[in-house]
C-alpha cells in the first residue's frame, strides 16, 4: 500500500504538479483500505478493476495538444472481505472519510455519493454474499488543488438491467437517455454507472457500456448508436495503429457523460491478457498531448518504485464543441508481492 502512494507521489513529481505528497498518500491509504493484495482469502482475484486483481489503476488525461496537470487513480477498498454486505459496508465509511478531501466536501456530498450507492444496491442484504464488486473509487490530484482532491468519482454496477437503469433515472434524472441503446440490443450492454463530485461541487453522471469481446459487428453497432462522434473515435484508433481488421478485437467500453452541458462521448479500448499497448499509447499521447511525457511517466515512476508496468487501457472522448479532444491513459504498476 506505502509503495503505492510512493508511486503516486513520484509520478505527480514528474509531472511538476507541485501537489502536497501527504493528502495523496493519505487518501490513497484510504482509498484502498490499506491493501493492494492482488488475490483474496479464496484464492481468487482480490478485485476485477485489473486483470492482476490489484485494486489500483493509474492514469493521466489531457487533449488538444496539451497534458492535464492532474494524476488520477481508481481502486476499491474492503477486498479482503468475502461478503458483500461487509464490503459495502466498508467502502461507505471510506466514501464519507474522502469526501472530507474535497474543498467543498461536507456532509451533503457525502450523503449524495451515499444515497446513489444506495440506489444501486436498496436491499444489501438481496445480494449474494459472494458477489465480489460493490463500488470502485476515483480520485484526481491537479495542480490547481495541491493540498486537496480536485475529484472525487464513485462507481457502481457492474450490471445493470432495465429495471436497475429505470430505478436509477428516476432517482436521478441525470442518468436519462444516457444509454441510446434499445433493451433487445445483444451485442451492447450497460455495465455501470459512476457518479462524479469536482472542487466547485458540480455534478457530472455516467453510464458506462460494454460491447461483447470479438465480435466483427461490434464497430458497426457503436456506429448505429453513437453516431459520428464513435465513428471519429474509432477511426483514430485505427489510423494510429490499432488495425481496421482488428479492433474489434479488443474490449470496447462506452463512457456516456452528462455534466452542465450536452453528453459527452467516450470509447476506451481495453487490453486483454496478451496485449501490448505501448506503441498505440505513444502514438495518440504525441497526436492528443502533443508529447508522450505524461505516459511515459506513468511507466518511468513505476521502475522507479521497483513495479513492472502495463498500459491496461486507452481512451478518446468527443464533444460536439470540439471532436476528440481528451485522451486517457490507464495502467497498473505491480509490485512482485503482490
Not at 25 to 38: F, S
Request: hydrophobic share 40%.
Amino acid at each position: 500500500m506505502e509503495a503505492a502512494g510512493d508511486y503516486l507521489v513520484d509520478l505527480a513529481e514528474r509531472l511538476t504538479l507541485r501537489c502536497d505528497p501527504a493528502p495523496i498518500r493519505a487518501m490513497m491509504a484510504r482509498a484502498c483500505g490499506g491493501t493492494l493484495d492482488a488475490r483474496g482469502p479464496d484464492g481468487l482475484r482480490a478485485s476485477r478493476l485489473t486483470i492482476s486483481g490489484i485494486p489500483f489503476e493509474a492514469s493521466v488525461s489531457g487533449g488538444r495538444g496539451e497534458i492535464t496537470p492532474a494524476i488520477r487513480y481508481t481502486t476499491e477498498t474492503a477486498t479482503q472481505e468475502t461478503e458483500f454486505g461487509s464490503r459495502l459496508a466498508a467502502q461507505l465509511t471510506a466514501i464519507r472519510d474522502l469526501v472530507a478531501w474535497l474543498p467543498v466536501g461536507d456532509e451533503t456530498v457525502a450523503d449524495m455519493l451515499h444515497s446513489f450507492v444506495s440506489t444501486l444496491y436498496p436491499d444489501p442484504a438481496k445480494v449474494p454474499a459472494r458477489r465480489r464488486f460493490a463500488t470502485w473509487i476515483g480520485v484526481v490530484h491537479h495542480a490547481a488543488a495541491p493540498h486537496h482532491a480536485a475529484r472525487l468519482k464513485v462507481y457502481g454496477g457492474p450490471t445493470i438491467g432495465p429495471q436497475e437503469l429505470q430505478r436509477l433515472q428516476s432517482a436521478w434524472p441525470g442518468f436519462t437517455g444516457l444509454t441510446s441503446i434499445p433493451n433487445h440490443e445483444k451485442l451492447i450492454k450497460p455495465v455501470g454507472t459512476a457518479i462524479e463530485v469536482d472542487a466547485h461541487g458540480d455534478v457530472n453522471h455516467k453510464i458506462y457500456l460494454r460491447a461483447r469481446y470479438d465480435d466483427v459487428a461490434v464497430p458497426m453497432k457503436l456506429v448505429r448508436y453513437f453516431g459520428d462522434p464513435a465513428w471519429q473515435v474509432l477511426s483514430e484508433f485505427i489510423q494510429c495503429g490499432v488495425g481496421a481488421a482488428k479492433i474489434h478485437q479488443y474490449d470496447h467500453f462506452v463512457c456516456r457523460t452528462r455534466g452542465a452541458g450536452e453528453p459527452v462521448f467516450g470509447l476506451t479500448l481495453c487490453a486483454r491478457q496478451d496485449d501490448d499497448l505501448t506503441g498505440l499509447v505513444r502514438e495518440l499521447a504525441s497526436r492528443h498531448h502533443g508529447t508522450t511525457d505524461a505516459v511515459d511517466a506513468l511507466a518511468q515512476a513505476a521502475e522507479s518504485c521497483g513495479a513492472t508496468w502495463r498500459y491496461s487501457a486507452v481512451g478518446l472522448g468527443f464533444s460536439a464543441e470540439h471532436g476528440i479532444d481528451k485522451l486517457n491513459v490507464y495502467g497498473t504498476p505491480t509490485w512482485s508481492a503482490s
